[in-house]
């Protein structure tokens, strides 16, 4: 079984930064695309950023250059770095990782679901 954890939401004023970190942990072999989503009061979930092992990157329009995203493969950790935030950047951040294939009785298994955190909040409000 796989385990993502988030940290680093909070409350900040528009304008500040917050960096969120999540860690994968389980019987990991890989991990091929980590990400964040955003659900806001109302709103369905939706992407902000994500990035496969290699290092390719895919943002949403509403938070490119402002906010970036990486990863330490070696960690199975993927962060994200927000800047310049605004009060419609408010939301419930949830860590995602996709395609992850495991240790299973000394085999490698592809998982057939992706894989989600519990979620972070993250407020930005004066």
């Known amino acids: 079984q796989v385990q993502l954890v988030e940290s680093g939401g909070g409350l900040v004023q528009p304008g500040g930064s917050l960096r969120l970190s999540c860690a994968a942990s389980g019987s990991i072999f890989s991990i091929d695309a980590m990400g964040w989503y955003r659900q806001a009061p109302g709103k369905e979930r939706e992407l902000v950023a994500a990035?496969?092992?290699?290092?390719?990157?895919n943002y949403a329009d509403s938070v490119k250059g402002r906010f970036t995203i990486s990863r330490d493969n070696a960690k199975n950790t993927v962060y994200l770095q927000m800047n310049s935030l605004k009060p419609e950047d408010t939301a419930v951040y949830y860590c995602?990782?996709?395609?992850?294939?495991?240790?299973?009785?000394?085999?490698?298994?592809?998982?057939?679901?992706?894989?989600w955190g519990q979620g972070t909040q993250v407020t930005v409000s004066s």
């Open positions: 995602n990782a996709d395609k992850v294939r495991t240790w299973s009785n000394w085999r490698v298994t592809d998982s057939s679901h992706p894989y």
């Open positions: 990035i496969t092992s290699r290092g390719t990157t």
